[in-house]
């Protein structure tokens, strides 16, 4: 930690000490962006705000929006889209359905059979119903069981198991000497987005790829299995998207623009993120005659699964038909954006989504997520309708076509991007909802608000503040002393950097909007994920079954919202900004040094004649070759800037340490639209035009999805990347673009320091 940072937190200790939630007491240390008066409203109103979400809604919001499947051209997916608007509307926001037109593709034919190494085995590719879920039976409307933007293809050839299908997987089976090349793989779920599998097993020459739920991940290894618990059970399946989301989401059409009715679209064959193989996803009942069949080698230790079989890798005799057929589709998504105008200052834009459709009756996912948001436009729509009014301009969205590829929102965020730069001040995101702890991940600008957030909810089963459970939760995890010293020392806990997978990617990554995704768990297990099985019997049985934490989450997203849009200043801040940024550059600093070491040692151990020695005869591995030590990179331009970047966070702590004298009435004076304006600025500095190197949709030059993880955050991507793929030249080039945004970033929070310390002068 610098120092800057170390005196401010000895100041926010101080602040965290004073009790919270119900018991607002008078000398109560002001919000963080209000004078002491404004803070004494703020506080009156959030405690409104807080006591009207019900669990009683919550529920039957919920058994209407999962009653049939919804999803994106189905007709509960519509008639879902009209009722969550006509609910914004009687909550009184002002309401309208924005509509994009889409690809969508859905099966028309799938196979995946054995037909050669073992009795012909034909897959089911179906869900059953269970007589006690009533909505599983409703086959007419369910999707069936496929991964959205595979390529046709009809293809017969080798079976490979690879295990997760990450990279990693590829460099071992080198080693073991295997090849993909003219196979179909067989990759297990999880490890990775699920894209990634399809898409690294075509770069290695294969021809198809199954991707499977193996029961050691979300089965029968877990718990028990659905209906008697809530794992998956043998013939569940896991529906999912397949594009290619880190080269760019949303519609494959359109990239970068809206999907309105006249846009210019891409050829379906130009479309670069659908797959270059046909892929399917298997249950692990079909999964299993399939693995039974590999010979070969036996796997390594790590790679088996919970499945009563030994893994082989093959290839061998087992030889799998896969076929892949769809409709290529265009079709509508309905995005209910509902909006309650600011007061004071009604182009700043508070903007809240959650999606609305699901892979199927989605109970869990979204419609979990959904409600709460639903409840906090409604506790919105009552304080407005008892005088409440915000400064700014809240907006509601309920996203369409999340689950295929983050369409709803993506198209949005493209369409509205000129608007969306001027005016959006944050985005806070929810996808989905259960018991536990309360995570929260985004701008680093954002940690101490989102903080400060937490310390005043109460979470319902310790009665804890969910600050506090979740620091405690954090402890116990912990893995060193130095962790938990600081867990337990900082004023603020960190949060996690976003990567994607849910409907932030377009706000904070294409349009630099300073992004939250907030959500509970930690404490639901299960396996039902993307199937017919996560539905309202599911969801009442196994998770929030008396949808309190969907009251906090509702409590959550609520006071955020009104925090943001009431507080007198932006509560941006960055001191825990900084810090952040100076433990990436520490990291990046480790990574590329421990590139150097292991190559370095690796070289030794091979001229030492180490893997010649240890080498089985009967279980050979081909042994590694020599490779040039990586350069040492020029770090200095980065470390600059993150020396300027700390001394413009400190700067700007002195400029709020006096506009905060005297109960901060120079808060409410002073004219701080144009400090607000650099606040706002602060993210949209951290992204730039060219966007990153090889995928230029993503534009944020801290965050992105890794490009080979999906959903896993890479921060700093464009160097990290780099030296994870030996790339040095670009690395050392990536280093200089980043060290510019940064310095900007810097020039930046100086500018508004000094706005702000000259509009608050006494
Ligand atoms: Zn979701």
Redesign the pocket.
Known sequence: MNRAAAVASILLVGISLVPVGNHVIADEPPLFGYSAESSRAERQWEEKLRAIPSPENLRSYMQKLSARPHHVGSQADKDNAEWIASKFKEFGLDTHIEQFDVLFPTPKERVVELVEGGPKFVAKLQEPAVPQDPTSSQQAEQLPTYNAYSIDGDVTAPLVYVNYGVPEDYEQLDRMGVSVKGKIVIARYYHSWRGIKPKVAAEHGAVGCLIYSDPHEDGFVRGETFPAGAYRPPDGVQRGSVADMPFYPGDPLTPGVGATKDAKRLKIEDAATITKIPVLPISYGDAQPLLAALTGQVAPEGWRGGLAITYHIGPGVAKVHLKVKSNWDIKPVYDVIGKIQGATFPDEWVIRGN?HDGWVN?AE??IS?QVALMEEARALGELVKSGWKPKRTIIYCAWDG??PGLLGSTEWAEQHYDELRAHGVAYINS??NGRGYLGIEGSHTLEKFSNDVARDISDPETKLTAWKRQQLHEIAEAKTTEQREEIRKRADLRIPALGSG?DFTGFLQHDGVASLNIGFGGEDGGGIYHSIYDDFYWFTHFSDTDFVYGRALAQTGGTAMMRLADADLLPFEFGDFADTVQTYLKELKALSQKMQDDIRERNREIEEGVFKATNDPKHPLVAPSVESVPPHLNFAPMENAVDALNHSAADYRKALEQANANGGSALVSASLAEVDKMLIESERKLTNAEGLPNRPWFKHQLYAPGFYTGYAVKTVPAVREAIELKQWKQADEAIVVVAKILQEESTLISSAAAKLATATAH
């Open positions: 999606h989605g996912d979204p997520g999340e689950e996808d989905g849910s």
